[in-house]
């Protein structure tokens, strides 16, 4: 695509205070961001401390990515409400070349575990990397790097997978879905709002030898009436929320349900939405995954 083509989101950005930038991060993901950012408004740099801990600038600009066919008016009456009608909230246009992932020194392999490498297709094979997943670096999310991603395949490691049939809900890339398979799965089916999630799936899916096993749809595509032994959702909070009785219904009693993309903050409500669950917390910078079995 060309920046003469139509943008493919929309960024809405708000300038605050340090206190009030998680709120503002909670509505953008409630309303429906697909990618959330906080920079430093200022010039006042942030050294890390001996834990993690959310940015301490005095002010910051909070963005939300949206899909271009968002209401954007929306998200920006919201902020405006929660911020005050004098407040600093801009919009503008992100095209897909803005964000397209160039350049091969900037994706050398990614060790997730002693086991489990992230490489791109390029990357020549080497001896000491027990299993290299094969990501070829594009638009959809899931290229290894993110702490959300790599939650959610150390927690794909640690379960059996033999035969089991996997589903991965918001699979961008297929990297959850595929690890899957190359740790023993029997099938896995991933599901995704974006058809160029569903195509670079398959097309990575093929890259590792098992896009024969890989089903992809689109949600409404799926059948409601078939359950898997593993379901994986790493999407944001807000979506988890409003999926549970999706997520659920499509597990099997006794399945092993995966949450991913949660920031620590939401982890109660999401457990407690999951009660059920048992659901056991692994947390990774200011992320959260958690992990339970379906009674």
């Known amino acids: 695509m060309s920046s003469s083509d139509g943008p493919a989101w929309t960024r809405v950005s708000a300038t605050v205070e340090q206190h009030l930038a998680r709120r503002v991060e909670e509505v953008l993901d409630i309303l429906g961001a697909i990618a959330l950012t906080t920079t430093d408004a200022g010039d006042t740099p942030q050294f890390d401390g001996p834990t993690p801990d959310d940015p301490k600038w005095e002010e910051q600009v909070v963005s939300g990515l949206f899909e271009s066919e968002s209401d954007v008016d929306q998200v920006v009456a919201a902020l405006h409400l929660i911020l005050g009608a004098r407040a600093a909230i801009t919009t503008d246009p992100v095209h897909d070349q803005d964000w397209e992932l160039s350049g091969r020194q900037n994706f050398p392999p990614i060790q997730i575990s002693e086991r489990i ?63 899957a398979l190359r740790l023993g799965a029997s099938t896995a089916t991933g599901v995704d709002l974006d058809p160029r999630a569903l195509t670079a799936s398959i097309d990575n899916a093929k890259l590792n030898g098992v896009a024969d096993q890989l089903a992809v749809c689109a949600p409404d595509e799926l059948d409601p009436g078939h359950r898997y032994d593993v379901v994986i959702a790493n999407i944001l909070a807000g979506t988890i929320l409003e999926l549970a009785e999706s ?42 995954a958690l992990v339970g079995q379906r009674p």
């Open 117 to 179: 490498w992230v490489c791109p297709p390029w990357e020549a094979m080497a001896e000491d990397r027990a299993m290299d997943i094969r990501i070829n670096p594009g638009l959809a999310f899931g290229t290894g790097t993110h702490a959300t991603t790599q939650l959610c395949l150390r927690a794909i490691e640690s379960i059996r997978l033999s035969g089991q049939a996997v589903l991965d809900w918001g699979c961008g890339s297929g990297i959850l879905a595929i690890a």
């Open 247 to 288: 997520l659920e219904s499509a597990l099997t009693p006794g399945g092993t349900l995966i949450l991913s993309g949660i920031l620590a903050p939401q982890a109660d409500r999401v457990c407690a939405a999951f009660a059920q669950y048992n659901l056991t917390a692994f947390s990774q910078e200011e992320w959260v």
